[in-house]
């Protein structure tokens, strides 16, 4: 993303002329998000299966993306709206045993080696939100804005088990609440014909889903936690 | 052509070993089973079912004092309200005064 935005900004022209007040104004983008969610029952459930034997593996960072729309309401307030997909994920693996693929590289003449591990359990929890954010402008200087904000949040979450044998999956959805803080690119590059502009987006997100099947008994998945996002917009 | 089957037969054998390299430390299950514990003293027992969401789902032994050594118990896998549980995965917890001593893990499917 980042070797992708200073691509844009060799081959992209700064737009002259208009950015020296301020005008109302959308633009529409794309957002890389990384956000490090407390999942704190996840944790409980590789404790138990590390208990029971398995050198089970929790990631501590969910990734995703949003598409989002950020506007300009007045010289000192701004809205965002945002449609996004964020996944986390665990499990466990095996790979061939290093003695048993020393011997049959050997053997084979380098034919076969072991090969890739193989995943055994896979876990996956995947949350799909809305987002709707208001955000106060503390300072905007011609080429670069900062903002405050907050809002709700909406999200749809499944978790996904996956053994060899048998596949679990629960699903639920819950209202959450996000603050942060922007950081904006004002003055616009054009690439082509279009006026491109990056943002810088961190913060902390409230957003604890329940899992409303049966036997999940209100299992949470708690996507709390501070993020960061990144994205590029093209203004409108 | 001696030698290179001489090579060859291991080199399959591992190969087909390498396939075949189930070493899940879980059990897979499809009917009622009995499993083994171990208590390092004796003490009230409980034996507590719980399924993929640390839900308890069936209590197989509760404060049942026993000596230490190995002992075991099955489980026939339906949930307290005496119905199979779903195919997933299930853990048996060996609870000694209180104590967790082990967790054993099972892969339930028809």
């Given amino acids: 993303m980042t070797l992708l935005m200073l691509l844009l900004c060799m081959i992209g022209q700064p737009s002259g002329g208009d950015n020296d007040s301020f005008s ?52 000192k307030f701004r809205i965002r709206g945002s449609f996004g997909g964020t996944n986390f994920s665990g499990g466990y693996s095996e790979g061939y045993n290093a003695m048993q693929n020393l011997f049959m590289i050997i053997f084979t003449l380098g034919l076969f080696s072991g090969g890739a591990e193989d995943d055994v359990i896979e876990l996956n929890d995947q949350a799909i939100s809305i987002e709707a954010q208001a955000y106060y402008v503390l300072s905007r200087t011609p080429g670069m804005s900062i903002s405050a904000g907050a809002g709700p949040i909406y999200t749809f979450a499944t978790r996904k088990l996956d053994s060899p044998n048998t596949a679990t999956s629960g699903s639920g959805s819950g209202l959450g609440f996000v603050a942060s803080l922007r950081l904006d690119q004002e003055s ?45 917009y093209i203004g409108i | ?39 390092p003293n004796e003490g009230g027992v409980d034996l507590i079912v719980l399924n993929c969401y640390m839900n308890n789902i069936r209590t197989l032994l509760t404060d049942s004092t026993q000596s230490s050594g190995s002992h075991s118990s099955s489980w026939d896998l339906l949930d307290s309200s005496a119905v199979r549980v779903p195919d997933g995965l299930y853990y048996i917890r060996i609870v000694l005064d209180d104590d967790v001593i082990e967790t054993q893990m099972y892969e339930v499917y028809k």
Avoid: H, W
């Fill in chain 1, 24 to 75: 109302p104004g959308f633009r529409i983008g794309f957002t890389f998000n990384a956000s490090f969610p407390s999942m704190q029952s996840e944790k409980d459930f590789a404790d138990m299966n590390t208990a029971a034997g398995l050198d089970f593996e929790l990631g501590s960072t969910a990734l995703g993306g949003s598409v989002e729309v950020l506007g300009d309401v007045s010289e």
């Fill in chain 1, 188 to 232: 616009t590059f054009k690439l082509g014909c279009l006026p491109l502009m990056f943002g810088l987006e961190g913060g902390y997100r409230m957003n604890n889903i329940k899992i409303s099947d049966e036997e999940a008994d209100d299992y949470e998945l708690d996507f709390s936690g501070p993020f960061v996002k990144l994205g590029s």
């Fill in chain 2, 1 to 39: 052509m001696g030698k290179f089957l001489l090579f060859l037969l291991p080199a399959s054998l591992l190969i087909f070993a390498g396939c075949n390299d189930s070493t899940y430390p879980f059990q897979q299950v499809t009917d009622e089973f009995t499993f083994i514990y171990d208590l």
